[in-house]
């Protein structure tokens, strides 16, 4: 059973494009929300998160939504750069003893 | 520089042979995790560990077995390993507390032929 279902599977943007990647979950006693962003060869890594409490996050061009009454959230990412293209997961945690993770997003950003 | 560092990026074992992946994080964390990922299915938890000499099963147990003597230190073990374990295993540990990340190692590809 899928803790957090994760979509597009792959995503394919034009430089300069908003890259969008959505999540979902069932579980209200999730308290925290990362993006992680993984380039091949390399383990998966921070990119930003968000508590429950807060409906909006942005850190540069990466932005969260929040959605507590829907239990879903979103990645927003402004102006797409090929440098972007990456793996994308999203995950759900409680108390920092377990991260249940999307099924990821393989984004592309054509130059 | 905070680290999570996995002991091999690849590995090549045949069926049946027992496996070791070892994992040391240098973050004082309270919990470690061994995940494995594969294409299509994300990041699938297979053990983790919220204390020394401590585990939890994770979503995938089968086939696997894990070892924490010392905080910094979480290994995982292929009993007897099959060609279904080929995949890509990645540790990574964190603060045992709320809004807190999980810090990933760079992964051991193994393969099983």
């Known amino acids: 059973q899928q803790q957090v279902k994760q979509s597009p599977q792959s995503l394919i943007v034009q430089k300069g494009g908003i890259s969008i990647i959505n999540c979902a979950y069932e579980n209200t006693a999730f308290d925290y929300f990362p993006w992680y962003q993984q380039f091949p060869g390399k383990g998966p890594a921070l990119l930003i998160a968000?508590?429950?409490?807060?409906s909006e996050k942005k850190e540069g061009r990466f932005t969260i939504s929040f959605n507590k009454s829907a239990k879903q959230f979103s990645l927003h990412i402004m102006d797409s750069q090929p440098g972007d293209s990456a793996t994308y997961f999203c995950a759900a945690s409680i108390l920092g003893n377990q991260f249940y993770f999307g099924t990821g997003t393989s984004l592309t950003v054509i130059p | 520089d905070v680290k999570v560092t996995q002991s091999s990026r690849y590995l090549v074992k045949r069926t049946g042979e027992k496996v070791f992946l070892e994992c040391v994080q240098d973050?004082?964390?309270?919990?470690m995790f061994w995940y494995r990922q594969d294409p299509g299915l994300g990041l699938r938890l297979i053990y983790f560990s919220y204390d020394v000499k401590m585990k939890e099963k994770g979503d995938i147990p089968e086939g696997y077995s894990v070892s924490r003597e010392k905080k910094e230190r979480f290994s995982l073990i292929l009993e007897s390993a099959s060609t279904n374990q080929t995949s890509m295993y990645l540790c990574?540990?964190?603060?045992?507390?709320?809004?807190?990340?999980?810090?990933f190692g760079q992964g051991t590809r193994l393969t099983v032929v």
């Open positions: 990574a540990s964190s603060f045992r507390t709320a809004n807190t990340e999980a810090f």
């Open positions: 973050m004082d964390h309270e919990n």
């Open positions: 968000i508590r429950p409490d807060v």
